[in-house]
């Protein structure tokens, strides 16, 4: 191990320790499935992006969430991040091995939302009916 590094203990193989707050598998996991984090990762997913082409297919995202977004999953090890020198600098940002496991894992999700999404509806009309 590099000095200077610590090893990270994720917990037992069950994954019982995610439910404690301070395991590092729960907040990898918050930023995965931050309000944006989702997003950034599905989008990325399609094809290599610059910073502003994420920020035109991304609609409601602000500069400055995105920009959040992004170095959050940067550190996470999820998404890289490229400059290439010009003026201005081009950064570009894709999926790396783990981001784009996690992309298909997202796409499985949604592909059950979609499956389920009109039972998901009449259970919603029917609880918003009853209050």
């Not at 990898?28 to 984090?37: C, E, F, N």
């Not at 992004?70 to 999926?95: A, F, N």
């Not at 992309?103 to 059950?112: A, C, N, Q, Y």
Request: proline share 5%; aromatic share 8%.
């Amino acid at each position: 191990m590099p000095e200077g590094k610590q090893a990270v203990v994720w917990g037992p193989p069950d994954g019982s320790e995610v439910f404690h707050s301070n395991c590092p598998a729960r907040q990898v996991l918050d930023h995965i499935t931050s309000r944006w984090g989702i997003w950034v990762l599905l989008a990325l997913r399609e094809s290599d992006l610059r910073f502003f082409e994420l920020r035109e297919r991304i609609e409601g995202i602000s500069e400055k969430m995105l920009s959040q977004t992004l170095r959050t999953l940067v550190r996470d090890g999820l998404v890289w991040r490229q400059v290439e020198p010009s003026t201005p600098p081009k950064v570009t940002y894709g999926l790396n091995e783990v981001g784009r496991g996690t992309s298909e894992r997202l796409v499985d999700m949604f592909d059950w939302i979609k499956h389920n999404a009109e039972d998901i509806c009449v259970n919603q009309n029917e609880f918003d009916g009853a209050a």
